[in-house]
Nanobody, 126 residues
């Protein structure tokens, strides 16, 4: 079973930046879609950004233009660069990979992802 591991979370003030990393495998980055999800206290886990197997990206509307998802196959790492952070971006951030090879978008349901990391906490203060 592949294990994903996130890092890079922390506490920043509004307007600041963070870059999250997720160690994965080159196979998953090449053949599957990978995504970043987040979960705020008392709220459901939501998709933030998706990188599909063709390298295309989709984002939830609240982060579009501020966040960038990317992958480095040589380093087997998925990234999420977050700029202009807002307090509402606070939450636990998880990376995930789809159960089946192929392309996913931000609309792909959470149930399609079967490999998850443990999460990294992001806290944005006003």
């Amino acid at each position: 079973q592949v294990q994903l591991a996130e890092s890079g979370g922390g506490s920043v003030q509004a307007g600041g930046s963070l870059k999250l990393s997720c160690t994965t495998t080159a196979y998953l980055l090449t053949m599957h879609s990978m995504a970043w999800f987040r979960q705020a206290p008392g709220k459901e886990r939501e998709g933030v950004a998706v990188l599909d197997s063709e390298g295309r990206t989709t984002y939830t509307s609240s982060v579009r233009g501020r966040f960038t998802i990317s992958g480095d196959k040589a380093k087997a790492t998925l990234y999420l660069e977050m700029n202009s952070l807002k307090p509402e971006d606070t939450g636990m951030y998880y990376c995930a990979a789809t159960a089946r090879p192929g392309m996913a978008t931000i609309r792909t349901p959470l149930s399609e992802y079967n490999t998850w990391g443990q999460g990294t906490q992001v806290t944005v203060s006003s």
